[in-house]
């Protein structure tokens, strides 16, 4: 019925698709942990917060594991981003740390965005 793409479609789509069911899993073991922890040891609610913390820190590693390995990885063999007509070959990430660079020199005229306005001034008395 699915061709062999339509089937590597579907494995990575369920596989996406359980990081939300883990996610809802890790928090409520966490909370259902630390409760059993506070009574045991009558700290309530100590270790539901700490369960509930260490659950949900568990649930987004994992949506992160998740994301970072399903990043950027077209559906299609024959995938090739659009072009933009951006040449981004002569990019340089120093030219951020030169502050010399980044400072307008005295030759250059002041930018203003919009004209500095009156606010007592009616536009309509004109």
Not at 28 to 48: C, E, M, Q, S, Y
């Amino acid at each position: 019925m699915l061709g062999p793409e339509g089937r590597k479609q579907l494995r990575q789509a369920s596989k996406i698709a359980t990081v939300g069911i883990e996610m809802g899993l890790a928090v409520v073991l966490g909370l259902f942990g630390g409760r059993w922890i506070d009574g045991k040891l009558d700290t309530a609610p100590l270790f539901l917060f700490i369960g509930l913390f260490f659950g949900l820190a568990t649930g987004f590693k994992r949506l992160w594991d998740v994301s970072k390995k399903n990043a950027h990885k077209p559906t299609t063999p024959d995938y090739e981003p659009p072009d933009t007509g951006y040449d981004d070959s002569d990019w340089d990430d120093t030219s951020w740390d030169d502050e010399e660079e980044n400072e307008p020199s005295s030759d250059d005229p002041p930018h203003e965005a919009h004209p500095q306005e009156d606010p007592d001034e009616d536009p309509e008395d004109d």
